[in-house]
């Protein structure tokens, strides 16, 4: 698999990520290894993870893992700190004191002495920015993390943040931004990809395939093993099934057909080689998904594919 540099620093990564948001819930250990395995051996590199995933057993699940399928510098270890849970309530604090706790929380359940791309999953007003972005230095010149960057924030957020830590010298560039990219979300192009770009940041896309509705599996209903069927999942994925959606997918599975391709295929490729993007964020649930999505590695969309579905996703 080919490499890519996240951003204009120094770390490379594999153009598509490992997304581990099921592991130690919906995916047991079985999978998670087959998976990992199947990762590895594609040339995969980039593992991404977060404090929040299945409340720390997905972390745990890969601490289990790394050092027995593979070695510690085969794999670029992303996660990310600042939401966790209250009782059965859901929660975000991006205060230093809490950064920082979650993170030694996560080294401790990954078995590592440092991550290499740790990042701040969501903004919160309460915190000051200052105090937020702080966290991430101090991870970064205690050893803790070797790079570090945000997650689903807008555009004045993404500049805001990228600006403060270019501002003086000795604070550490953020590298990335992960945010939600595929032919159904691209309102991302409109401030967060310039800001970025301008930044030096890369993008690490989530939900590249649209939450599992570019694939077409949900053209005919919602089939019963999806994740869109379980009560976890519903409502993340159908705000995709409007009419809009299934415009959407209808292209993308025309355009698969007419080049002997998947759907699958078709919306990740359009996603991974877009201007600025580093690495999308595959979430599979199986092993047989994820070789589905690796199999994309040698193709490229031809350029009159791309234009027809850029006018018909358009935002």
Same mark, same amino acid.
């Given at each position: 698999?080919?490499? *890519?540099?996240?951003?204009?620093?120094?770390? *490379?990564?594999?153009?598509?990520?490992?997304?581990?948001?099921?592991?130690?819930?919906?995916?047991? @250990?079985?999978?998670? =290894?087959?998976?990992?395995?199947?990762?590895?051996?594609?040339?995969?590199?980039?593992?991404?993870?977060?404090?929040?995933?299945?409340?720390?057993?997905?972390?745990?699940?890969?601490? #289990?893992?790394?050092?027995?399928?593979?070695? =510690?510098? @085969?794999?670029?270890?992303?996660?990310?700190?600042?939401?966790?849970?209250?009782?059965?309530?859901?929660?975000?604090?991006? #205060?230093?004191?809490?950064?920082?706790?979650?993170?030694?929380?996560?080294?401790? =359940?990954?078995? &590592?002495?440092?991550?290499?791309?740790?990042?701040?999953?969501?903004?919160?007003?309460?915190?000051? %920015?200052?105090?937020?972005?702080?966290?991430?230095?101090?991870?970064?010149?205690?050893? !803790?993390?070797?790079?570090? $960057?945000?997650?689903?924030?807008?555009?004045?957020?993404?500049?805001?943040?990228?600006?403060?830590?270019?501002?003086?010298? $000795? !604070?550490?560039?953020?590298?990335?931004?992960?945010?939600?990219?595929?032919?159904?979300? !691209?309102?991302?192009?409109?401030?967060?990809?310039?800001?970025?770009?301008?930044?030096?940041?890369?993008?690490?896309?989530?939900?590249?395939?649209?939450?599992? &509705?570019?694939? $077409?599996?949900?053209?005919?209903?919602?089939?019963?093993?999806?994740?869109?069927?379980?009560?976890?999942?519903?409502?993340?994925?159908?705000?995709?099934?409007?009419? !809009?959606?299934?415009? %959407?997918?209808?292209?993308?599975?025309?355009?698969?057909? $007419?080049?002997?391709?998947?759907?699958?295929?078709?919306?990740?490729?359009?996603? *991974?080689?877009?201007?600025?993007?580093?690495?999308?964020?595959?979430?599979? *649930?199986?092993?047989?998904?994820?070789?589905?999505?690796?199999?994309?590695?040698?193709?490229?969309?031809?350029?009159?594919?791309?234009?027809?579905?850029?006018?018909?996703?358009?935002?």
């Amino acid at each position: 698999m080919q490499q *890519r540099t996240v951003g204009r620093t120094g770390l *490379r990564v594999s153009r598509l990520g490992l997304g581990t948001m099921t592991w130690g819930r919906d995916t047991d @250990e079985h999978e998670a =290894r087959d998976q990992l395995v199947a990762f590895h051996e594609a040339g995969g590199t980039l593992v991404d993870t977060a404090a929040s995933y299945s409340d720390g057993a997905s972390e745990a699940l890969i601490g #289990s893992l790394v050092g027995d399928v593979l070695r =510690r510098d @085969e794999v670029v270890i992303a996660t990310k700190a600042g939401v966790g849970r209250r009782g059965n309530e859901r929660v975000a604090d991006t #205060s230093r004191g809490t950064l920082l706790t979650n993170l030694d929380e996560s080294l401790r =359940r990954l078995r &590592v002495d440092h991550v290499d791309l740790w990042q701040v999953h969501v903004w919160t007003d309460e915190a000051p %920015i200052e105090e937020t972005l702080a966290a991430l230095d101090h991870a970064v010149t205690s050893g !803790r993390a070797s790079y570090v $960057g945000v997650s689903n924030y807008t555009g004045w957020q993404t500049a805001q943040a990228a600006t403060w830590q270019r501002a003086v010298p $000795g !604070r550490t560039p953020l590298a990335s931004t992960q945010v939600e990219y595929s032919l159904l979300k !691209r309102s991302i192009e409109a401030e967060v990809l310039p800001a970025a770009r301008a930044m030096g940041m890369g993008i690490l896309p989530w939900s590249p395939l649209g939450r599992g &509705v570019l694939t $077409g599996k949900y053209r005919s209903g919602t089939p019963q093993d999806s994740r869109g069927a379980s009560n976890h999942f519903a409502g993340f994925v159908n705000p995709y099934l409007d009419e !809009r959606g299934r415009g %959407i997918t209808e292209a993308v599975c025309r355009a698969a057909e $007419g080049l002997g391709w998947t759907p699958l295929q078709v919306a990740l490729v359009w996603v *991974r080689d877009r201007v600025g993007v580093t690495a999308p964020i595959i979430g599979a *649930r199986t092993a047989a998904q994820l070789t589905a999505a690796l199999s994309v590695e040698e193709l490229t969309l031809p350029p009159e594919i791309t234009a027809a579905l850029d006018d018909v996703s358009a935002e």
